[in-house]
T-cell receptor, first 114, second 112 residues
Framework: NAGVTQTPKFQVLKTGQSMTLQCAQD?????MYWYRQDPGMGLRLIYY???????DKGEVPNGYNVSRLNKREFSLRLESAAPSQTSVYFC?????????????FGSGTRLTVV | AQTVTQSQPEMSVQEAETVTLSCTYD???????LFWYKQPPSRQMILVIR????KQQNATENRFSVNFQKAAKSFSLKISDSQLGDTAMYFC?????????WGAGTKLIIKP
């Protein structure tokens, strides 16, 4: 099925450990995004990539890095995890087609940092 | 700053009733999109309905419809004939210059 695939779905890290969240889309979208969702809140933008080869900071970029590996893949890396990064992480991609404009989200990664 | 406000943290209605979720927003842009997303306990973010700001006609998708008041910056969601499967968090989202601004969400519970 076409869509956005995120891995892993769950992860527990110790403070100071590093990890990379993977995201891939098969809809040929140019734009991809990483969001975090904290309890009782909407999503907040961490980083985005408007097209292959470009990345930009969002609202809450501190502690994260991203890589737009190719048009399909956009990864999020935590170099030194902190308890404040405990959250649910969503990857999304966006179509520009006027008739079907919108965002498709992955199923999320629940990350716990202890 | 662009903002989205959902003033109802939680609502509950009986199955088959009609319910309206409120949303107000603020932006200085003239062209933008508004969305309602549904997030059930499965955590998946599901698009419910989309509204383009330059279109005066309110969007409808089966049992879901919106009341878009551009001048008042209001974007409410009406769910008709509510079903148990409608139980979820509902987020009002402003898309301006390809940046999504999210409301805090309304938890909707449909009671049998």
């Amino acid at each position: 099925n076409a869509g956005v695939t995120q891995t892993p779905k769950f992860q527990v890290l110790k403070t100071g450990q590093s990890m990379t969240l993977q995201c891939a889309q098969d809809m040929n979208h140019n734009s991809m995004y990483w969001y975090r969702q904290d309890p009782g809140m909407g999503l907040r933008l961490i980083y985005y990539s408007a097209s292959e080869g470009t990345t930009d900071k969002g609202e809450v970029p501190n502690g994260y890095n991203v890589s737009r590996l190719n048009k399909r893949e956009f990864s999020l890396r935590l170099e030194s995890a902190a308890p404040s990064q405990t959250s649910v992480y969503f990857c999304a991609s966006r179509t520009n087609r006027p008739t079907n404009y919108g965002y498709t989200f992955g199923s999320g990664t629940r990350l716990t940092v202890v | 700053a662009q903002t989205v406000t959902q003033s109802q943290p939680e609502m509950s209605v009986q199955e088959a009733e009609t319910v309206t979720l409120s949303c107000t927003y603020d932006t200085s842009e003239n062209n933008y999109y508004l969305f309602w997303y549904k997030q059930p306990p499965s955590r998946q973010m599901i698009l419910v309905i989309r509204q383009e700001a330059y279109k005066q006609q309110n969007a409808t998708e089966n049992r879901f419809s919106v009341n878009f008041q551009k001048a008042a910056k209001s974007f409410s969601l009406k769910i008709s004939d509510s079903q148990l499967g409608d139980t979820a968090m509902y987020f009002c989202v402003l898309d301006s210059n390809y940046q999504l601004i999210w409301g805090a969400g309304t938890k909707l519970i449909i009671k049998p």
